[in-house]
T-cell receptor, first 114, second 114 residues
């Protein structure tokens, strides 16, 4: 298996622009997670899905952030409009089942908003 | 407040030496504790996961311990190798919580020098 796939790996954009991050989870996994990582705050969970349905989006910082999972093999995280403080590494992870199941992380998307 | 504190923030050791990383948590109610290894520029990879009834769990040269009474965990690395250079993240899960109820530490950055 190729693991969790994320694209793009790097994104540089200007403040106010729309940014879309993409994720393909491991085939067969029923949970998908979006995380953000910064030096100051470490890893933070933004939102997660179970069977394509958003379960908990309490970590989404504000209305500028939105996430969708139209099918079991694809998810997007969108930031509109982007701001410099959104600069971070965004990770997607997936797992088979909840609870103690291991989450498998993608390589991340490094976002820089100028 | 649910928190996970890791120490030290960073550590430099010589190849072949052992080291121990610490994780103290105030999360309650506790469900499980995970250690992740994150190489520079990559996503975290799970090393171990322990419930309150497990005191020790090993994964090759990595041994994690858990003292649920004192709410402390440690990750011991034996005979360190250059490839052990990474950040190590401690994550605690809330009992009865959803997959999203994970409290992350900010990590310990380990550098192994030849």
């Amino acid at each position: 298996d190729a693991g969790v796939i994320q694209s793009p790996r790097h994104e540089v954009t200007e403040m106010g622009q729309e940014v879309t991050l993409r994720c393909k989870p491991i085939s067969g996994h029923d949970y998908l997670f979006w995380y953000r990582q910064t030096m100051m705050r470490g890893l933070e969970l933004l939102i997660y899905f179970n069977n394509n349905v958003p379960i908990d989006d309490s970590g989404m910082p504000e209305d500028r952030f939105s996430a969708k999972m139209p099918n079991a093999s694809f998810s997007t995280l969108k930031i509109q409009p982007s701001e410099p403080r959104d600069s971070a590494v965004y990770f997607c992870a997936s797992s088979l089942g909840g609870g103690r199941e291991t989450q498998y992380f993608g390589p991340g998307t490094r976002l820089l908003v100028l | 407040k649910n928190q996970v504190e890791q120490s030290p923030q960073s550590l430099i050791i010589l190849e072949g030496k052992n080291c121990t990383l610490q994780c103290n948590y105030t999360v309650s109610p506790f469900s499980n504790l995970r250690w992740y290894k994150q190489d520079t520029g990559r996503g975290p990879v799970s090393l171990t996961i322990m419930t309150f009834s497990e005191n020790t769990k090993s994964n090759g040269r990595y041994t994690a311990t858990l003292d649920a009474d004192t709410k402390q965990s440690s990750l011991h690395i034996t005979a360190s190798q250059l490839s052990d250079s990474a950040s190590y993240i401690c994550v605690v899960s809330l009992y009865g919580g959803s997959q999203g109820n994970l409290i992350f530490g900010k990590g310990t950055k380990l550098s192994v020098k030849p």
